[in-house]
């Protein structure tokens, strides 16, 4: 009977982090092969957009690709969201030590990848808002459509042709949702 010795966030840090892209999930590392180029495009236009809004009205920080959150100890969970931000007012007076990010921010995009299984997105969407994140936005570039989940039953979704907004989690953000994907 073979046994999982499960890595801690720290340990992720040290051993794994500087050669992988990886995420921990409940103590076990989880190597990622890279985004695909339209993955990466997306994901860096949505980026740009709201870089723009908060950086314009000092709403708080904004995070790139691949930037570890620990949102769960014992066993350790680190995610790395495509997109993330966090309110001004949810910022500690002193920012942390501590390699990944201590706790979810306040918004989670993920872009799909076509290998993508429902099972781990909803797990992944699970984890986020059970640790605190106030909004996820699920991006599908195929479908073209954003899902917009504020708690596990509160899910809507906005097509191409709708306009999305970031409510109380980014105030002022709106944009049209085909400016995701403009080509």
């Not at 073979?2 to 999930?25: D, F, G, M, P, Q």
């Not at 969970?77 to 910022?91: C, E, G, M, S, Y």
Request: net charge negative; hydrophobic share 40%; with cysteine.
């Amino acid at each position: 009977m073979s046994t999982v010795s499960l890595v801690t966030a720290e340990e992720l840090w040290e051993k794994y982090s500087h050669k992988h892209r990886c995420e921990l999930i409940a103590g076990e590392v989880v190597i990622m092969s890279p985004a695909g180029w339209r993955h990466g495009e997306i994901g860096s236009t949505i980026h740009g957009l709201l870089w723009e809004h908060v950086r314009a009205n000092h709403l708080g920080k904004l995070f790139g690709a691949e930037t570890g959150f620990l949102v769960e100890r014992d066993p350790d969970t680190v995610r790395a969201p495509d997109v993330a931000f966090i309110a001004k007012q949810n910022l500690p007076a002193e920012m942390p030590e501590t390699a990944f990010w201590p706790g979810a921010p306040d918004l989670v995009v993920e872009v799909l990848s076509p290998d993508d299984r429902t099972a781990a997105v909803d797990q992944k969407i699970r984890t986020w808002l059970n640790a605190g994140a106030k909004l996820v936005w699920v991006v599908d570039p195929e479908l073209e459509t954003v899902t917009i989940y504020r708690s596990p039953t509160d899910v809507s979704i906005v097509s191409r042709e709708g306009r999305l907004a970031g409510n109380d989690s980014l105030a002022g953000f709106e944009c049209d949702v085909r400016e995701f994907f403009a080509e």
